[in-house]
């Protein structure tokens, strides 16, 4: 399994240097997309394109494993790690999978079964 975060999926999508790195694991059938990832993807989306290219983009990360938000098990995350809620929760989701969390977010850089690709 794995899970690419956010930034993942914005590198991926605006073809940044990274993106080639970002698009095998987007392709994956073992591809899991938390609510939250979605949420985070319109509204950039929403602010720095438009709404229907937007909406185009959640409609592409419902091919995926969908996983409905679950805070239960990332506030002990959040503590551990030191880590905002939105980050918390969407590690604790790729624990919860034991999934690889694929990501440029430096944030994650050091933690156990992540896959972490630096920004050029």
């Known amino acids: 399994m794995v899970l690419v ?3 993942g999926w914005i590198e991926w999508m605006t073809d ?3 993106a080639d790195a970002y698009a095998p694991h987007l392709e994956s059938e ?3 997309v938390p609510t939250l990832v979605q949420h985070e993807l319109y ?3 929403c602010r720095e394109t438009d709404t229907n290219t937007a909406l185009a983009a959640i409609a592409a990360t419902q091919k ?3 996983v409905p938000l679950d805070t239960s098990l990332a506030a002990d995350i959040a503590r551990e790690h030191k880590l905002a809620m939105a980050d918390a929760i969407i590690y604790a989701t790729a624990r919860q999978f034991q999934a690889t969390l694929v990501t440029g977010d430096a944030h994650f850089e050091s933690l156990p079964q992540v896959l972490f690709y630096p920004k050029t």
């Open 5 to 7: 975060d956010t930034c």
């Open 16 to 18: 940044s240097s990274i």
């Open 30 to 32: 073992n591809l899991l």
């Open 43 to 45: 509204e950039w989306l």
């Open 64 to 66: 995926a494993t969908v």
